[in-house]
């Protein structure tokens, strides 16, 4: 080992690390600087945990002399993955090509790739993403004719999901007394041996066999032990049973773990994630060093004031508290909307004055608890035409038409794919139904093989004879451009797929607009074949794509950086940082979630989830909420959410949505009202001609008193009350 004789304060630095430590305090400095011993960084947000990840690395390779392939550092998202490289190097001024930096799973998959043989899979092994699991074991539930049919797929993936995390196959769980169990037990086997047949590996499943990798071969363990000397890990309060006992194994009795995280931003208990990691990581390697860091770089003092009183209701926490040297900056500001499409609304509008002072958009954040809010934003900023990206929802990979295409690329990869089979054997049509596709799935169980095989063995036999013709069709289809496309480069192939599979005509043909984004997005798949470069030259492009698309698919975006408003849930904006939040939908039921109500320790992680929104925004924080929400085609009427009573009232400041106006209006907007109603904002009305709506704003007197309502169907419209003769409801 070389000797730390670089360190501040030492006698001249035998390397200029002056680029390293240059932009850390004192307590980062210990932190990156710290001698090879276990480290844990514990720290709140924004106090420098990824920053100070990044300068360990870059000095464990330029003053510890240790190799980049001697590193093995694991982030949250491929998005966070990409930053941390690009960080590295860019502090070390050079690339760092051999250096491993990915996400649990990249990295799983990155060695079940290397090592399928040692890892029990075939060599072309697929990944499933969340949907196609479900489908698998739908289908797997419908083939088995159960006495009992009250089997709910969703629960039979949830079952399934949890024993891999928590490292346990079938065959430790088959004590269990209670009926269900077992039959979940019993199913969760079947759907392993479907699996197994299909060469498919689901996400649990690649840091399930990734573990058993290390448990099961004694010298690749030692290989990797011995390669990866130092292990970098963020966000580790959010590792679950599996990652850390993977970790764990990797590092031994010699590894270094420096390991980074906040107990008050773990948001993933629901998945399985373990706080307690945190609490036993120090008994778990002896003579750890642990590092507090209490000061915040990122937040104004009064952001920082609200985040620290919301979370001090926690009575779980390892206990710290931030603190900023910055000014206060501005308050809080929270608005109470009527309804979602009244919050969209006042969204974009301080948008559009933070860009027409001069902003960028991409600087701006919109955070809300769960996908579906993410709508009443996006019709809003259609409108407004502002650009934006939603993180996360339905993403690129996920699409139905991409699916389509990535199943016939699945099959020319691996024929025994069942449920990409399933998928494609009859679309476009071409006379497959579904009694065929039936008696190929009984015969494949009924012979323990794929559904490929089952229909080479019943063209023969089994099926009728224009069945079998069609079915004989579909083989030689994909056997043909398996072998017409061998040796084309990535992009050839997808084109080529997308055209002789008969996609792109089937979409043509649709001849609706959507038909037409259809085909558009199967073009766009073969321009992402065009950008994609493997890393690995042992497997075919095509494979490491496939895979790529799978793994992608739970974040993945398109690259397209232009300036862009930036809207995901708070899960996906952990460890990010925002000039200005919006932090949206903040009511009883919605956020905390009502899954949480009611149950004390669901409710702490929903404290914690609005801690680490809270703690995204650097300058200023919004708070809203509606009123009434329109939700999954329900209208509810809500109450604002406790977190908003939690912060201290002197840090915020209420938005009133018109400055001559105050709510509620207790008297009728005008007396001159034709009608005589008393119209307040707020107040839901008919018009004749557009339809239900609530009144949004009001203006002048008398016979002059214009309303402003937002109609349900038509929109927001401005009426003179006179002759608007609206209806009160
Ligand atoms: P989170 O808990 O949200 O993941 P974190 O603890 O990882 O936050 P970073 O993202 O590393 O915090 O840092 C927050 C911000 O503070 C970043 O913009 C970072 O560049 C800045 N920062 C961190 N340390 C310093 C420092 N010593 N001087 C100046 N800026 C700093
Ligand atoms: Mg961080």
Redesign the pocket.
């Known amino acids: 080992m070389r000797q730390n004789g670089a360190h501040p304060g030492g006698k001249g630095p035998a390397v200029d690390v002056s680029f390293i430590l240059d932009g850390l305090n004192e307590r980062q400095r210990e932190a990156v600087t710290a001698p090879e011993q276990p480290v844990l960084v514990l720290a709140g947000a924004g106090s420098g945990?990824?920053r100070v990840l990044v300068h360990r690395a870059a000095w464990l390779m330029r003053v510890q002399g240790v190799s980049p392939q001697g590193l093995l550092a694991v982030t949250f998202t491929n998005k966070a993955a990409a930053e941390m490289r690009g960080r590295i190097e860019a502090l070390l001024g050079m690339p760092a090509a051999n250096l491993w930096v990915g996400t649990f799973h990249g990295l799983a998959h990155r060695l079940l790739r290397i090592h399928w043989r040692e890892a029990g899979l075939v060599q072309g092994f697929q990944i499933l993403d969340s949907e196609d699991q479900l489908r698998l074991i739908k289908r797997m539930v419908k083939s088995m004719d159960l006495e009992d049919s009250s089997v709910e797929p969703k629960e039979l993936r949830a079952f399934i999901n949890k024993q891999k995390d928590e490292g346990r196959r079938p065959e430790h769980l088959e004590a269990y007394n209670d009926h269900t169990q077992r039959q979940f037990v019993s199913l969760y086997k079947t759907y392993e041996e479907t699996c197994e047949r299909s060469g498919l590996v689901d996400f649990a499943e690649l840091l399930l066999r990734a573990h058993e990798l290390w448990l099961n071969n004694d010298e690749l363990l030692a290989h990797y032990r011995n390669r990866f000397s130092h292990l970098l890990v963020?966000?580790f309060q959010d590792t679950n049973t599996i990652q850390y006992a993977w970790l764990r194994v990797l590092a031994g009795n010699s590894g270094l773990p420096f390991f980074?995280g906040d107990d008050d931003q773990s948001i993933y208990g629901w998945r399985g994630a373990r706080i307690e990691h945190l609490h036993h990581f120090a008994r778990h390697f002896p003579n750890t060093l642990t590092v507090r860091l209490e000061q915040n770089y990122r937040s104004t003092g009064t952001i920082l004031k609200a985040a620290n009183a919301l979370i001090a209701n926690n009575s779980e926490r390892m206990g710290k508290e931030l603190w900023t040297a910055g000014d206060d900056g501005e308050p809080i500001s929270v608005y109470s909307a009527f309804n979602e499409r009244d919050e969209a609304e006042f969204v974009v509008g301080r948008v559009r004055d933070w860009v027409g002072q001069g902003g960028r958009r991409d600087e701006v954040a919109v955070l809300y608890r769960s996908n579906a809010q993410s709508r009443s934003f996006e019709e809003a900023l259609i409108n407004a035409g502002m650009p934006y990206r939603v993180y996360g929802g339905l993403r690129f990979f996920e699409r139905a038409e991409i699916k389509d295409a990535l199943a016939y690329l699945r099959l020319i990869e691996n024929r025994d794919d069942d449920a990409s089979f399933e998928r494609v054997v009859n679309l476009p049509t071409r006379g497959i139904g579904a009694r065929s596709v039936e008696l190929l799935r009984a015969y494949a169980r009924a012979n323990a093989t794929s559904m490929w095989r089952a229909a080479g063995a019943m063209i023969g036999d089994g099926l009728t004879r224009r069945a079998a013709n069609a079915v004989h069709g579909f083989l030689r289809l994909i056997e043909s451009l398996a072998e017409s496309t061998h040796g084309y480069e990535l992009h050839e192939q997808v084109d080529t797929v997308i055209q002789r599979s008969g996609l792109i005509e089937h979409f043509e043909k649709d001849g609706s607009e959507r038909g037409q984004a259809r085909v558009e997005n199967l073009q766009e798949l073969v321009t992402a074949a065009r950008g994609f470069t493997a890393e690995d030259d042992d497997l075919s492009t095509l494979a490491l794509f496939l895979s790529h698309a799978a793994l992608e698919a739970g974040e993945g975006q398109s690259t397209d950086s232009s300036d862009c408003l930036q809207l995901m849930t708070m899960h996906s904006a952990k460890?990010l940082e925002f000039s200005i939040v919006f932090m949206c939908g903040l009511e009883e039921g919605l956020f905390p979630h009502r899954r949480s109500v009611g149950d004390a320790s669901g409710m702490e992680e929903e404290r914690r989830l609005c801690y680490v929104g809270t703690t995204r925004a650097m300058k200023k924080l919004y708070l809203t909420h509606a009123e009434q929400r329109r939700l999954h085609g329900v209208d509810n009427r809500s109450f604002p959410s406790r977190f908003i009573n939690e912060l201290p009232p002197e840090l915020l400041e209420e938005v009133r949505p018109s400055l001559s106006i105050s709510r509620p209006i207790q008297q009728p907007a005008s007396p001159a009202s034709t009608t005589g109603a008393a119209f307040k904002l707020g107040q839901r009305v008919r018009h004749g001609k557009f339809g239900d709506g609530i009144v949004l704003n009001c203006e002048g007197h008398g016979a002059h008193t214009r309303l402003q309502v937002n109609f349900e169907t038509e929109g927001t419209k401005w009426l003179v009350m006179a002759y608007a003769n609206l209806e009160v409801l």
């Open positions: 945990k990824t963020d966000e980074v460890g």
